[in-house]
């Protein structure tokens, strides 16, 4: 339904409900913005200050401590299954577990997570996630989002939520009846009639998904991400250093590379020209995805091959121009 942004506040609308004593959210640090501005803005709309009420993670090696610290006051933790930018993935049933046992409700946005590593939400006891379908998902940009509400929670009708007609009761919707009576699980969150065109791409790409099983894809996606991490310290040392986790359980198909001496912006444009689709972060990170749908040993090796070849000073004066 709708989009992650979207999703994300609906869905906290239900499930962060702060209080004096209990209104921390713990993020992790480099989140997405969109994440950033959403538990900011929510931690303003209840009436405090995200100085005080914004916890932020370092890592997934932190959540422990974090949470041993503020675990008191924490109402929410909302992390991402993989974050953005450093391509390093959350230990998801660990922490919900630590997290219920402090009290507060864990949430995750699995963007970058969903497609890519397998996701058990409901057995690791997950309470709601949101997600895209145009990254891993491959659905385009803007395609319809997901949001999941854990079977504990999807039944419980005093929670609070915002309502619209399309989470009415499929059994009486088009009855029309002036109360509301929610369709049960995370269906009952949903406001509108779904975008039919841009659902089609991610029926189709979902089909695809089972077709081939995520857990076939996963198998790929660490041997070719392998790969590409043995040949960027084979062929870059010096140029390009790693900061995605390097156990495979600590990550999906990303990896994000820094690239020295802050020219990196000209080496993602250099990437560009020859046709390689990759992503540049602000200051100097360089992000690849070999996705194991469509990409493979081959392109990653094209990938470093070209990070090689491109000379450092060519790298210098495209920069300065
Ligand atoms: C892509 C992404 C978003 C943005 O999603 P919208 O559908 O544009 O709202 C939010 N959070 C994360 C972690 C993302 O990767």
Same mark, same amino acid.
């Given at each position: 339904?709708?989009?992650?942004t979207?999703?994300?506040?609906?869905?906290?609308v239900s499930?962060?409900r702060?209080?004096?004593?209990?209104?921390?959210?713990v993020?992790e640090?480099h989140?997405f913005?969109?994440d950033?501005?959403?538990v900011?803005?929510?931690?303003?709309?209840?009436?405090f200050d995200?100085?005080?009420?914004l916890v932020e993670?370092e890592n997934?090696?932190?959540v422990e401590?974090?949470l041993e610290?503020?675990? @008191?006051?924490?109402?929410?933790v909302?992390?991402?299954?993989v974050?953005?930018?450093?391509g390093?993935?959350?230990?998801?049933?660990?922490?919900?577990?630590?997290g219920h046992?402090?009290?507060?409700?864990?949430?995750?946005d699995?963007?970058?997570?969903a497609?890519?590593l397998?996701?058990?939400?409901?057995d690791?006891n997950v309470?709601?996630?949101a997600?895209?379908?145009?990254k891993?998902?491959?659905a385009?940009t803007g395609?319809?989002?997901?949001?999941?509400?854990?079977?504990?929670?999807?039944?419980?009708v005093?929670l609070p939520?915002?309502?619209?007609w399309w989470?009415?009761?499929k059994?009486t919707r088009?009855?029309m009846?002036p109360?509301?009576?929610?369709?049960?699980g995370?269906e009952?969150w949903?406001l509108?009639?779904?975008?039919i065109?841009?659902l089609?791409?991610?029926?189709v790409?979902?089909?695809?998904? @089972?077709?081939?099983g995520i857990?076939?894809?996963?198998?790929?996606?660490e041997?070719?991400?392998?790969y590409?991490?043995t040949?960027?310290?084979e062929?870059?040392?010096?140029?390009a250093?790693?900061?995605t986790?390097?156990?495979?359980?600590r990550?999906?198909?990303?990896?994000?590379?820094r690239?020295r001496g802050?020219?990196g912006q000209?080496?993602?444009d250099d990437?560009?020209?020859r046709?390689?689709?990759?992503?540049?972060?602000?200051?100097?990170?360089?992000?690849?995805?070999?996705?194991p749908?469509?990409n493979?040993?081959?392109?990653v090796?094209r990938?470093v091959?070209?990070?090689?070849?491109?000379?450092?000073d060519v790298?210098?004066d495209?920069?300065?121009?």
């Amino acid at each position: 339904m709708n989009t992650l942004t979207v999703n994300l506040h609906l869905l906290m609308v239900s499930f962060y409900r702060p209080t004096p004593d209990r209104h921390k959210i713990v993020i992790e640090k480099h989140a997405f913005p969109s994440d950033q501005y959403g538990v900011a803005s929510q931690i303003r709309f209840h009436g405090f200050d995200p100085m005080e009420s914004l916890v932020e993670v370092e890592n997934n090696d932190d959540v422990e401590a974090v949470l041993e610290r503020e675990g @008191d006051s924490v109402a929410l933790v909302w992390l991402g299954g993989v974050n953005y930018y450093s391509g390093e993935a959350f230990d998801m049933e660990p922490i919900v577990a630590l997290g219920h046992a402090k009290g507060a409700t864990v949430g995750f946005d699995v963007a970058h997570a969903a497609g890519n590593l397998p996701l058990k939400l409901h057995d690791w006891n997950v309470d709601f996630a949101a997600w895209c379908t145009y990254k891993y998902l491959n659905a385009g940009t803007g395609a319809v989002g997901g949001a999941f509400v854990h079977e504990r929670h999807g039944g419980r009708v005093v929670l609070p939520r915002f309502t619209g007609w399309w989470g009415h009761d499929k059994a009486t919707r088009f009855q029309m009846g002036p109360d509301f009576v929610p369709c049960p699980g995370a269906e009952g969150w949903q406001l509108s009639n779904p975008p039919i065109l841009s659902l089609a791409p991610v029926l189709v790409s979902l089909e695809m998904f @089972d077709e081939v099983g995520i857990d076939q894809l996963r198998a790929k996606s660490e041997r070719v991400t392998g790969y590409f991490e043995t040949l960027v310290k084979e062929r870059l040392p010096g140029r390009a250093e790693v900061i995605t986790p390097s156990d495979p359980k600590r990550r999906g198909a990303q990896l994000s590379l820094r690239v020295r001496g802050g020219r990196g912006q000209a080496v993602f444009d250099d990437l560009s020209a020859r046709g390689i689709v990759c992503d540049w972060r602000e200051p100097d990170v360089i992000r690849a995805a070999p996705m194991p749908f469509y990409n493979g040993f081959e392109d990653v090796f094209r990938f470093v091959e070209a990070l090689h070849e491109i000379p450092p000073d060519v790298i210098e004066d495209a920069a300065r121009s």
